[in-house]
């Protein structure tokens, strides 16, 4: 018993601690040995991001589906919109094109068919969010553009040069197409693999990271902004804890953060430097493989995932979750509420101004046709903080 007290309080101050400033005393991940030191406590971070004067914002990821189920756009949760970004992203999925893709067989996909499909499916959300303006996601984590970062069934039978220029006429085709549908576009994004060099190593590459990353160059070009997702994937454990499996103690949980933030960097300044970096997180839950994966982030590894994109370089980060219950969003709810107070931390803000909905924040009334803006807004229970974890991290 006395031991376990023990440890529950070396946990406290080690979450304690957490909500401190974790600093940014770190070079880029292409001049620092890999076993140097992630963070360091520090009470004022310095960033990337922040000596290019941006501040760290908070972007919605909405999702534009076909059915009502996938159709959500958490247009209840209660915002401060000085942390958001005030126009929306929506987030198209590669695999929503329907017959003119064909995720498992890309080498015999018609690029005229796609186009027009894109371009259809545009013009759909489009009028679905009223013609207004918005950011555009498109997820092509499935297949990638680089040849080394594909699974071995797109690219089967396949040559490097073959596959790498089919993958661009693809995604040529799919941002064609959207732009098309949906002129109002402001920026144009990619939710994409990108290969890092822990990447590198588990696929057994003897390559460089940057080189095959530019492979993607005349696609990523023409693009506003990049993003990768940052699920954490493992358990955040306190250092005076051992690790058990898929666990970590903070300097290893957040270097996946980094590699994938300073990666999505390296593309962006060998492209001239124009695109933004945008980190993809999951609202709630550890991500979507794993041991943990139905399992709620702790307040700590929500917080420090905020702050290792921050450090990392990162000019925001995008967070979605789709919502079906009220269950669901009461938890996404608490989540938002916990990045929010981080990130005004990081952007200096003792006070962001005041709450609204998202639905008044961009003006909509309806979540999907025949259902109203408010279909959660009723509820008689008090938000659900996410789950605690025990000192041995389950």
Not at 87 to 113: C, K
Not at 331 to 338: D, G, K
Not at 350 to 363: F, V
Request: aromatic share 8%; net charge neutral.
């Amino acid at each position: 018993m006395n031991q376990l007290i023990r440890s529950g309080l070396a946990l406290a101050i080690f979450l304690a601690a957490l909500g401190c400033s974790i600093a940014a005393v770190r070079t880029s991940g292409s001049d620092r040995p890999r076993d140097q030191a992630s963070p360091t406590v520090a009470q004022t971070p310095t960033a990337r991001s922040a000596s290019r004067g941006r501040p760290m914002f908070l972007g919605h990821l909405s999702i534009k589906g076909a059915s009502a189920d996938n159709r959500n756009l958490m247009t209840s949760i209660v915002v401060h919109p000085r942390l958001w970004e005030p126009t929306p992203y929506v987030l198209f999925e590669e695999t929503a094109f329907g017959d003119a893709y064909d995720h498992s067989t890309p080498m015999s996909i018609n690029i005229r068919a796609l186009r027009d499909e894109a371009r259809r499916d545009a013009e759909v959300a489009s009028g679905f969010w009223g013609a207004r303006r918005a950011n555009v996601m498109v997820n092509i984590e499935g297949w990638p553009i680089q040849y080394d970062a594909a699974w071995d069934k797109p690219r089967a039978g396949a040559s490097r040069a073959a596959y790498n220029a089919k993958a661009i006429a693809v995604h040529t085709a799919i941002q064609d197409g959207i732009e098309q549908g949906w002129p109002e576009i402001d920026r144009f994004g990619w939710w994409a693999r990108v290969l890092t060099p822990r990447g590198v190593e588990l696929r057994d590459l003897d390559l460089d990271v940057d080189r095959l990353n530019l492979e993607s160059a005349p696609v990523m070009r023409r693009a506003s902004y990049f993003a990768s997702h940052i699920y954490p994937f493992r358990r955040l454990v306190a250092d005076d804890v051992k690790p058990g499996v898929d666990q970590a103690h903070a300097r290893d949980w957040v270097q996946p953060v980094h590699d994938a933030v300073e990666a999505m960097m390296h593309l962006r300044d060998a492209l001239g430097g124009r695109q933004l970096v945008l980190p993809c997180m999951y609202g709630t839950r550890m991500g979507w493989r794993g041991r943990y994966k139905e399992q709620l982030l702790t307040e700590a590894e929500r917080r420090l995932l905020i702050r290792a994109s921050f450090e990392a370089g990162a000019d925001g980060i995008l967070v979605w979750q789709p919502i079906r219950s009220e269950r669901e969003r009461d938890e996404f709810q608490v989540a938002i509420t916990q990045i929010e107070s981080e990130l005004a931390r990081i952007n200096g803000l003792s006070d962001p101004g005041p709450t609204m909905t998202l639905g008044e924040l961009w003006g909509i009334t309806n979540d999907w046709p025949g259902r109203a803006m408010g279909w959660m807004t009723k509820t008689d229970r008090k938000p659900s903080a996410p789950a605690p974890v025990s000192p041995d991290g389950r």
